[in-house]
């Protein structure tokens, strides 16, 4: 029992003598004396009372010292935990990996990827499927690839060009699996077909995923989604938030390699690695910009030249005197705009040649055909099924007037609204600068509100251009194109249009309306080189201090359950398994390059023959070595696994523990940003070949800064491709697209603006003093058409196409034109009438124009057999439906 005590106190002069301690509990029973304790008390310190200031400081000071503690402590947590992810195991390879989307309903995540799962069976049942969970974000994955067969077979559905071998005529054609002996390399499982060719070829057939007849449900436990007749499925997945995205792996090895050669270089780009890694389209786009920068060098040394020679500085006074210098003046800024001209005109058709001979050479020389003759993008959305006009073939339909009626009705109103809109804001901003310089210019102490139009302007832009980018996809999705071609064609004519505005707008209105070439070239200088800056800095290091947070920011939150110690210890084990498993590589890569070494143990994209060399040891257990990095099914019997969800009845499921919880590379690269297409890119250097061609004549030095610009673009790209971004899917394409229609309208624009800007000048009025106003714009008027003149006679006379392209194209005809010879024969042959009735017909007799017509509907007819169709409504026998075991010794055999 416990017990208050108080004392009194008996004092005797200064110091207190002793005092006495009693109970208080038995004191305050009156009938009961309590026995009393004294005892000598020494004197004590007198006690200084503490102001209420000086407490609530100690209070803060005390909280504060703990929340620095603390921080420093999660600090330490959250650096430790972000090894995970810097040692991340990489064993796992695939050629395509579809992430499902997270979702608080455990058994609507589990539902969504068996049902995905059982459409692949179905549909494709030649893939090899492997469904994980992956702990960083908390979702499944499945895992993709095919064997090697299924992987030419798809070659041929995808139209893929391949060398023929020398002793069969050389050249390029289509591969075709039947025919594969002819080509060169095909014995080589690891090296015929590049990384990106197998990841387009799995991807092909997700997309040739489509609902069958009646259509198709996916029942959720709080919604159903519907899938109409030939709606594809993955697409339709993504739309409704079910599938996160689909993505390719990085090849860590063949991606280091390329790095070395390419981001960390200053040689010449590695343009058939960077092809065979990325695809044609990301591949043409840097031998676009390796070849702008070289057509670079020309203007800027012009511009240095002209630059010294003192012919750039602009007296805007109407009184200045003519004299030697006001000459050289208009004598440099007349050649340095008649160079412009010319020399865009001779830079694009010098691409033309250039990106003729990448796609002869690449196999995409060809690939632009009718739009009938491509086959549906999987977003493309038609009202009934319908056979294609050209085919056959049943394909989703989309009438052409709702096509007409969406663009002229809504989209193309909607666009020409936002450009003139934002002509009119930037036209009433610079109207509020012109004020504010008047009122405010002059003024100590409100000089500064001179500043604020021009930073309203600049956020302007940047809201705009993100809202317009985010309405022009919304239009071009309404148009529902039927065509990857058409869509982006569409897309881009919309977005330059508005971007036009934005970038050219100011220098515009302060040439033709402010007339002030001295403020002329300052804008120029100053938009050039901050768009510059800006622009490499947001492309690149806020993108890849984002990524790597995120990362570091799931992995803490992914180990918040561990003890500082467990994490410590299990840190390290990572570690250490990393630096054992790179020694290991090092030993194992000199038989190997980092192209034949895209196989990797326990990898499912591992060769047959491999896959055929892991069998199992007598007892049932695995043989050592075997499946290190991978936790194959036997393993979810070990008693200290502890699985983070319920297994799924699936057999392609590969279990996952918490008690061990190592990162792979996939988890990593699902959680990156997109990298959908090249089109910022494009853009980027569209705008800046406009700030060289249209207006640097009243700034030379603005294709040295372009030149610099675009040494430092290349491997800032190439490093955001590397490291920044989920790894691209290339399309196949034999040039830039649109952007070279765009780029020769600009040039032809470029002719107009500095003939303007010669005009605009005052060189007409100052070497012809009397002549009129008139007089002034017809020279102008033809020396405009002498300088397009000129344009339209090297368009003629350089060809676009080289004449060995042009000779080896031929020859690839005269083989096509011979082999279908030989099969007509061989037809003709094998159709022959029995022995006993070969005397009775004469073989000089002709043949009938019916019998000719017969003949030639029956080879056709077996041509069109052996064509093999990409549209799921009609495929292979070899992609049909198959028994789920037969499918599985197809994988092996």
């Known amino acids: ?72 402590v999660e600090g330490q947590r959250f650096a430790l935990s972000s090894d995970l992810w810097r040692y991340a195991s990489t064993s796992t390879h695939c050629d395509l990996l579809i992430t499902m989307q997270f979702s608080n309903d455990d058994v609507e995540n589990k539902t969504s990827v068996m049902w995905l799962v059982q459409q692949m069976r179905e549909h494709e049942p030649n893939l090899r499927i492997e469904v994980r969970y992956h702990r960083l974000n908390s979702c499944y994955a499945i895992y993709l690839t095919a064997d090697y067969k299924t992987l030419l077979k798809g070659a041929e559905l995808c139209h893929i060009k391949k060398a023929i071998k020398s002793k ?44 069958g007849k009646g259509g198709l449900s996916l029942k959720l436990p709080r919604r159903t989604i519907t899938f109409t007749e030939g709606t594809a499925i993955v697409p339709r997945l993504i739309s ?120 002869f050479k690449w196999g995409t020389y ?31 339909f989309y009438p052409a007037w709702k096509h007409t009626v969406m663009r002229y009705v809504i989209t193309y109103p909607i666009t020409f609204l936002c450009v003139v809109g934002m002509f009119a804001a930037m036209l009433a901003i610079f109207t509020v600068q012109d004020l504010a310089d ?14 604020f139009p021009m930073i309203f302007y600049a956020l302007m832009i940047v809201i705009s251009d993100k809202i317009y980018r985010r309405l022009a996809l919304i239009l071009n999705d309404l148009e529902n194109y039927r065509t990857d071609d058409e869509y982006e064609d569409f897309l881009i004519t919309k977005i330059v249009l508005f971007q036009f505005v934005t970038a050219f707008g100011s220098l515009f209105y302060i040439a033709f309306v402010l007339r002030d070439m001295k403020r002329l070239q300052e804008t120029l200088a100053t938009l050039l080189i901050t768009r510059q800056v800006t622009q490499n800095i947001m492309e690149t290091v806020v993108p890849f201090m984002i990524e790597k947070l995120k990362l570091s920011s799931l992995t803490y939150k992914m180990t918040r359950s561990m003890s500082d110690g467990t994490l410590r210890r299990h840190v390290e084990n990572v570690r250490n398994k990393r630096q054992n498993s790179v020694e290991q590589e090092e030993e194992e890569k000199s038989p190997r390059t980092p192209t034949t070494s895209f196989f990797t143990l326990g990898s499912p994209t591992t060769p047959e023959t491999e896959v055929r060399q892991r069998k199992p040891n007598s007892d049932g257990t695995l043989a050592t070595g075997d499946f290190k990095q991978l936790r194959t099914l036997s393993s979810i019997f070990r008693e200290d696994f502890s699985l983070k969800t319920e297994r799924l009845p699936l057999p392609e499921f590969k279990p996952c523990t918490d008690s061990n919880p190592e990162l792979t590379q996939a988890e990593l690269e699902s959680v990156m940003s997109v990298y959908a297409r090249p089109l910022d890119d494009f853009l980027e250097m569209f705008i800046q070949f406009g700030y060289v061609l249209l207006f640097s004549p009243a700034f030379p030095l603005a ?76 020279i102008i008027v033809v020396l405009e058409h002498v300088i397009l003149a000129s344009k339209m006679i090297i368009d003629i006379l350089v060809p676009d196409v080289p004449h060995w392209v042009r000779i080896e194209t031929a020859k690839q005809e005269h083989f096509r034109r011979e082999a279908f010879k030989r099969e007509s024969r061989l037809l003709s042959f094998t159709q022959t009438p029995p022995t006993d009735q070969i005397g009775q017909q004469s073989q000089n007799e002709p043949i009938s124009p019916s019998e000719s017509t017969s003949r030639f509907n029956r080879l056709d007819q077996i041509n069109r057999s052996k064509r093999r169709s990409i549209t799921p409504m009609v495929r292979l026998s070899s992609f049909t439906r198959k028994p789920r075991k037969e499918a599985q010794d197809n994988c092996i055999d």
């Open 703 to 778: 294709a040295v800064c372009a030149l610099i610009n675009n040494l430092i673009e290349i491997r800032v790209d190439a490093f955001k491709l590397c490291n920044t971004v989920q790894r691209p899917f290339g399309r196949r394409v034999k040039d830039i697209g649109a952007w070279q229609k765009a780029m020769e309208i600009l040039g032809i624009l470029g002719v107009i603006v500095n003939c303007a800007l010669i005009g605009q000048s005052g060189l007409v009025q100052r070497i012809w003093p009397d002549l009129s106003w008139g007089g002034q714009i017809l």
């Open 1 to 72: 029992m416990l017990h208050r005590q108080r004392s009194i106190s008996f004092s005797g002069g200064a110091a207190p003598v002793f005092d006495v301690c009693f109970d208080d509990d038995v004191a305050q029973n009156r009938n009961f004396l309590a026995p009393c304790q004294l005892y000598w008390n020494e004197p004590e310190e007198p006690v200084v009372e503490q102001d209420e200031h000086t407490g609530v400081m100690a209070t803060l000071h005390n909280k504060f010292g703990a929340i620095i503690q603390d921080g420093i």
């Open 366 to 396: 060809d690939a632009t055909q009718d739009s009938y003759l491509q086959d549906p993008r999987p977003a493309f959305q038609g009202d009934y099924l319908a056979p294609n006009p050209v085919s056959g073939r049943l394909e989703p």
């Open 168 to 211: 069969f005529g050389g050249g390029m054609r289509d591969f075709s699996f039947e025919e594969a002996q002819f080509f060169s390399g095909v014995e080589g499982k690891n090296t015929f077909l590049s990384p990106m060719e197998r990841t387009i070829i799995v991807k092909q057939m997700m997309d040739m995923m489509r609902a």
């Open 240 to 359: 409704m938030n079910v599938v996160q995205n689909v993505s390719a792996l990085h090849n860590t090895e063949f991606l280091k390699h390329l790095q070395q050669k390419w981001v960390f270089s200053i040689d010449e780009q590695p343009i058939d690695q960077v092809k065979d890694y990325f695809g044609t389209e990301i591949a043409m786009y840097f031998a676009w910009l390796g070849h702008m920068t070289t057509a670079l060098w020309f203007p800027s040394l012009l511009g240095i030249l002209m630059w010294f020679l003192g012919g750039f500085k602009y007296k805007n006074s109407p009184g200045d005197k003519q004299d030697l210098y006001q000459l050289i003046s208009d004598i440099c800024f007349v050649l340095f705009a008649f160079f412009n001209c010319i020399w865009s005109t001779i830079y694009l058709e010098w691409w033309k040649r250039v990106q003729a001979e990448l796609a």
């Open 438 to 451: 008047f009122y405010f210019g002059d003024s100590w102490m409100l000089s500064w509100l001179c500043y």
